[in-house]
């Protein structure tokens, strides 16, 4: 980029009290906030998706309390929650059987009453009308590609990727330099492994003293089912089968409006085995006697897949550094033993929205906002994370010692336990060998029920502009073959829920790594499950990538 900017440029920059990378659940509560609070602040959001939403993946069930604080009046202005959970099934799956937990064994986590089964994108769209009818400026389809700093380096802003460049890294004939934008205060919200956040975290050493982040997958379809079946409002989690004991990992199946049907599976990405395919697993789950009944006579719509972040508050970065912020997912604010992160997301956006209101009040600019950590410390948001640090620490120890360890923290000590476990292993880093397994024989799919990934990509509506540079790179090009294909069995051609990679063979027999990133969802799993960590996920041209409805 720096090359194009010193061939072609200056680029044009605009100025704002705060710019907002990224157009989720957080990035608007945060824009929407500002301008409640002061409606002279100028405010800009970029969105790399083609339009908001459009990268927008989640379960989701909804914890009404954020947005209750943010909107009241949410109801009467149209908001997309429309079917409140009417009940609530756990399941532990054998292969041919699934055990229902009688409700007075629940812990309160698992609880839904008040809560909505919603499409989060849907949601956020109808978050990006209330912010824009507030006079925020919204820029869909411009990616935050690179962080701009000033002399004392602090954070200045960010450069939106330039348009029309080439595979080769030339400018082809459409070719647009990128666009700065200056802010007083920048806040990262592009979700869980923002590319710049992970960046921001290296550079100001936000991770110190703190235990790994930690991640899953979560694949997801959408599927309009038979009315006969169709029960709004029903939330059904599965544990157990197809995934063995050790590996972490369940779904959810939730019935929202329309005969509609969201069904998804997480696999928590500290697994060892190489073999595994979350991908693969996610479609044997389907085959389950419990679950496909649901699915006879249904048609699948639309699929995607994201990671997502799990490690909790023993794992959220420092939230704050010169001249910005991290919010939502980006920080890793995800409650993962709710299984719900939208409110936590748009409850830290409100919290840093608070503190760059006071700071621009002030005259402060480019400083560290201080006052965000220390309100988290002190919310609500802080609290149910607190009583939730250590579902996941325990759910490591294998699904049955896990589980009852679990129950204990959440029903006997309610999350108060006077002790907080701790993990110290990246995922990345779990993987072993793979001598040290069989290869894992999956179902080839029926075409009904299950699907291979390249027609799953294909109603993810994902496109990326042909001739544009690969945005999934590598440190080095030998590591894939020499060390990953050797060692583990080529991890990243099953990890990989889109089919981008593939080992194929030379004219002269020898193994390559191919990547296929017309057919990246953004999903990140690469960047964070590669046991090297040398493929690095980059921001493609802006627009580029799915385009989920109603996800």
């Not at 927008?56 to 908001?79: C, F, H, Q, R, Y």
């Amino acid at each position: 980029m720096s090359n194009l900017v010193e061939q072609y440029g200056p680029r044009e920059a605009m100025e704002y009290d705060v710019v907002i990378v990224g157009g989720g659940p957080a990035g608007l509560a945060a824009a929407i906030k500002i301008k409640q609070l002061n409606a002279d602040t100028s405010v800009v959001v970029l969105e790399k998706g083609g339009e908001l939403g459009a990268h927008i993946l989640s379960g989701a069930v909804m914890d009404p309390k954020a947005i209750t604080e943010l909107i009241p009046n949410w109801k009467e202005l149209g908001a997309p929650l429309n079917t409140e959970v009417t009940e609530d099934r756990v399941l532990f799956l054998t292969e041919s059987k699934a055990y229902k937990t009688p409700n007075f064994m629940l812990p309160k986590c698992f609880e839904n009453h008040g809560n909505y089964v919603i499409s989060l994108g849907n949601v956020v769209r109808w978050l990006g009308q209330q912010a824009e009818a507030l006079g925020v400026e919204i820029f869909p389809g411009f990616t935050g590609a690179e962080i701009l700093y000033n002399d004392d380096g602090s954070v200045k802003g960010v450069a939106t990727g330039n348009m029309g460049v080439k595979r080769d890294g030339e400018p082809g004939p459409d070719f647009q330099l990128g666009m700065e934008l200056h802010g007083k205060y920048t806040l990262f919200a592009e979700g869980a492994r923002g590319h710049l956040g992970k960046q921001l975290m290296a550079k100001y050493d936000l991770n110190k003293g703190k235990d790994p982040q930690s991640y899953g997958i979560g694949i997801k379809e959408l599927w309009e089912i038979d009315p006969s079946k169709h029960k709004p409002g029903l939330v059904i989690h599965t544990t157990g089968w197809p995934l063995d004991s050790k590996t972490y990992g369940g779904s959810f199946l939730y019935h929202m409006e329309n005969n509609q049907v969201m069904v998804g599976y997480v696999v928590g990405l500290d697994y060892e085995n190489p073999y595994l395919s979350p991908y693969e697993e996610f479609q044997r789950y389907k085959t389950h006697p419990e679950i496909r009944t649901f699915f006879e006579g249904a048609k699948r719509i639309s699929y995607g897949a994201r990671a997502i972040t799990a490690g909790g508050l023993q794992s959220l970065p420092k939230l704050v550094f010169p001249g910005g912020a991290l919010i939502g997912c980006d920080a890793g604010f995800l409650n993962m033993s709710r299984i719900k992160g939208s409110h936590a997301a748009i409850k830290s956006g409100m919290l840093a929205a608070e503190a760059v209101v006071a700071a621009l009040g002030a005259g402060r600019a480019a400083d560290e906002l201080a006052a965000y950590p220390t309100a988290f410390e002190q919310s609500w948001l802080h609290e149910e994370l607190h009583v939730a640090r250590n579902v996941k620490p325990w759910l490591k120890k294998g699904l049955y010692l896990g589980s009852l360890m679990t129950g204990i923290d959440q029903i006997v000590f309610r999350g108060k336990a006077p002790w907080t476990l701790h993990h110290s292993t990246p995922d990345h880093a779990a993987l072993r060998p793979a001598a040290e397994f069989a290869p894992i024989t999956y179902p080839k799919p029926d075409g009904k029920l299950t699907f291979d990934r390249l027609s799953s990509v294909f109603i993810s509506n994902t496109n990326h502009a042909e001739d544009q540079p690969i945005h999934l790179t590598l440190k080095d090009n030998s590591v894939p073959v020499n060390v990953n294909l050797a060692k583990y069995a080529g991890p990243e051609s099953r990890y990989c829920p889109a089919g981008v990679y593939e080992f194929v063979k030379t004219d002269e027999g020898q193994d390559r790594l191919q990547i296929n990133a017309q057919n990246c969802v953004h999903c990140k799993t690469c960047d964070i499950k590669d046991p090297t960590q040398n493929i690095v996920w980059v921001t493609p041209e802006g627009g580029g990538g799915p385009n989920y409805p109603n996800m």
